[in-house]
């Protein structure tokens, strides 16, 4: 009744609500983003992460709210000026603690924080030397387990000071340790020590034992030699569990601390380059096992169940990812959620009997979802952060779409629709490829940088193609590459563009190509391989194989796409050179720019640098933007913002022969 009286109040004041709109690119900006959510031990409350953009300090930043199960009592815990990270309960749920950073000092750094459900202030449990990240409680409450690197020597210090500041090149780092802090006193204590780098753990459910990844450096290149351990919870007694040069992670202990599962991108003989699987092993030492060979989806998390018999875990289906539970033993594994939409941020509560994830579609980046455990239902919405997104904008519609490769294979993607499409009229197509590209583009609002609903609302369609190389469709799929990264990858591509052109969206004659990382890589093959495009954007692109392999943090994923390194004796170096866009750079003539970030270690500089003067040398029109300060992902919101502007005024220019204007930060 209450509800009703106010909106006939309304409706006889003349108010009315203003009609949906089209997005800007600040408005994608602005969307709030929902990570990491945690149930309380009783179920009753949730915590999650929301960051939002501060355009004054030129960065999103994350605070921690609190909600009630039922959707009631939405709050925010922490509002600290620097941000608050990773939420945890406490096992009795009385205390949460998260990690942020306090103080003004230039060596503040991140440290642990506790703070009462109920809000209020939040007291330092940590004053720890380097930054402390990875928290967990231990099972009775009494301690905070986290990782930190070992701090620099005073030697180290003193030179610095006096910028005496050489460095090793890919030695400067420092090791990351396990500690652990007593809750009551504050007392803290080292857990492990040595020339190895602690990449993750998994304490076990009595306590009593941890399971944990040891690598040789805290180097991503290096994390194919790591391996899996178990030790006592005090660091006596460390076994290693694996012995191969494949990269696993997400280890833990069964409940009752007999097994250790793991996932591993990897088949069951230890070779690598496959869709991640469950792997188990017995938590003494022994062979491991694999239980999800039989699926053809990559496993992105995995959890035991409470009893112990079976593993609940997340798997990538293409474009959507869904919950699954198999056997401990292995068997078919029994799909639990299913629909047009992306499962994320998934954590298993055993105290809880409950599931909690944030779940993204077209009309939500992501909000907040509980499931019981034992099936008692359909998962239910806890949080409501995006309802206003259908109510104020304008959105365009997504549509699983699939086609035939050059070859006959099935290949799967997402179709965006202009705003207020109009069927039988001819768009301008977008086509935009993820990056990884051991990855894949599913249900969802999308990535800001991609700013789908304003290319929807300026009349394009977005094309977002799963070509081959992508996880999620089985291991033939995801292997198509090793030997040979561009044989089927960028016809897949150009094979979704011919569907879409034969379904009549798309006009052949206005067409753009865009991505970043593996999808700059796939634009820098598209416009060497094919004119057809009016105009394109590669961001962080590679241009040439060989220096790629040298100038890049991470080598372990490309010496199998091209059969060895490019410097052994006998090197397929020809095979290096084939892959290479900068090989055929002669045959471009579609107008490209090129953005990289200045401090990119992935794909670094030099290679956005090759093709751009490339392309200069040639006379195609061409610019190349590089953002200082910035790693591989751009975060400040004045470089993303000038990232999206400067894209939709070139394609516009090109593609479409019309004048841009350009969105101002606010």
Request: aromatic share 10%; glycine share 8%; charged share 20%.
């Amino acid at each position: 009744m209450f509800k009703t009286a106010v909106s006939l109040f309304v409706l006889a004041a003349g108010v009315s609500f203003a009609e949906p709109r089209p997005m800007t690119l600040v408005d994608v900006m602005n969307v709030p983003q929902v990570t990491d959510p945690q149930i309380s031990p009783d179920g009753r409350q949730v915590l999650y992460v929301e960051s939002e953009p501060n355009w004054k300090a030129d960065r999103r930043i994350s605070h921690i709210w609190k909600i009630n199960a039922d959707g009631s009592g939405n709050m925010q815990l922490t509002s600290g000026t620097d941000g608050e990270y990773t939420p945890r309960w406490s096992p009795d749920g009385k205390t949460i603690a998260f990690v942020a950073k306090r103080g003004t000092e230039p060596e503040s750094v991140n440290q642990i924080f506790l703070i009462a459900p109920a809000g209020g202030e939040a007291r330092a449990l940590t004053s720890h030397a380097t930054p402390t990240s990875n928290i967990t409680w231990s099972p009775d409450g009494s301690t905070i387990y986290f990782r930190a690197a070992d701090a620099k020597s005073d030697e180290q210090k003193a030179r610095e000071k006096l910028k005496d500041d050489v460095f090793m090149f890919d030695e400067d780092y420092q090791q990351q340790h396990l500690w652990s802090v007593a809750v009551a006193s504050k007392t803290e204590h080292r857990i492990t020590k040595g020339d190895f780098s602690v990449l993750s753990y998994d304490v076990s459910a009595d306590g009593k034992k941890i399971a944990l990844h040891r690598g040789p450096t805290p180097l991503l290149e290096d994390s194919d030699q790591s391996e899996v351990w178990v030790m006592d919870a005090g660091g006596a007694n460390p076994h290693q569990i694996t012995h191969n040069r494949v990269q696993e992670s997400d280890a833990e202990l069964s409940p009752d601390g007999s097994q250790v599962m793991f996932l591993s991108q990897a088949n069951a003989k230890f070779e690598t380059y496959y869709n991640r699987k469950i792997f188990v092993a017995p938590a003494n030492g022994g062979d491991s096992k694999v239980l999800t060979s039989d699926i053809p989806y990559e496993v992105e998390k995995a959890s035991w169940s409470k009893d112990g018999k079976s593993i609940f875990f997340l798997a990538n289906m293409g474009v959507h990812a869904e919950l699954f539970k198999v056997g401990a033993q292995g068997g078919h594994p029994e799909q639990i959620t299913t629909g047009k939409h992306t499962i994320a941020g998934w954590t298993l509560s055993s105290a809880a009997n409950a599931h909690v994830f944030t779940s993204s579609e077209m009309t939500s980046p992501g909000e907040v979802w509980m499931m019981s455990v034992d099936g008692g239902g359909a998962p239910r919405k806890v949080t409501a952060v995006f309802d206003y997104l259908t109510r104020d904008f304008k959105l365009p519609r997504q549509e699983r779409v699939e086609w035939k490769g050059a070859d006959g294979v099935t290949v799967e993607g997402l179709l965006y629709y202009p705003i207020d499409y109009q069927e039988g009229k001819k768009y301008a197509l977008a086509v935009q490829t993820h990056g990884g590209p051991q990855a894949s583009d599913k249900f969802g609002f999308g990535g800001s940088q991609n700013f789908v609903p304003v290319l929807a609302a300026k009349g394009y369609a977005v094309l977002q193609p799963n070509y081959r190389g992508s996880t999620g469709y089985g291991d033939d799929f995801l292997r198509d590459m090793v030997g040979h990264y561009f044989q089927n990858a960028h016809l897949d591509v150009l094979a979704g563009v011919d569907y879409v052109i034969k379904t009549g969206v798309a006009d052949p004659d206005h067409m753009i190509k865009m991505g970043w990382s593996g999808g700059g890589h796939m634009t820098n093959k598209i416009i060497t391989f094919t004119g057809r495009f009016k105009a394109a954007s590669a961001g962080a692109g590679a241009a040439d194989w060989v220096s790629m392999y040298a100038q890049s943090d991470v080598r372990m994923f490309r010496t199998p796409w091209f059969g060895g390194t490019p410097w052994q004796k006998g090197a397929p170096i020809n095979v290096y050179w084939d892959n290479s866009p900068l090989k055929d750079v002669s045959k471009v003539t579609t107008p490209t720019i090129f953005l990289v970030g200045q401090n990119d270690q992935r794909v670094p500089e030099p290679q956005s640098i090759e093709m751009y003067r490339a392309l200069k040398s040639n006379g195609v029109p061409t610019h190349l933007y590089v953002a200082p300060r910035e790693p591989h992902g751009w975060a400040e919101l004045r470089h993303v913002l000038f990232k999206m502007n400067v894209e939709m005024d070139w394609f516009e220019k090109y593609a479409m022969n019309r004048t841009y204007t350009w969105e101002k930060a606010p």
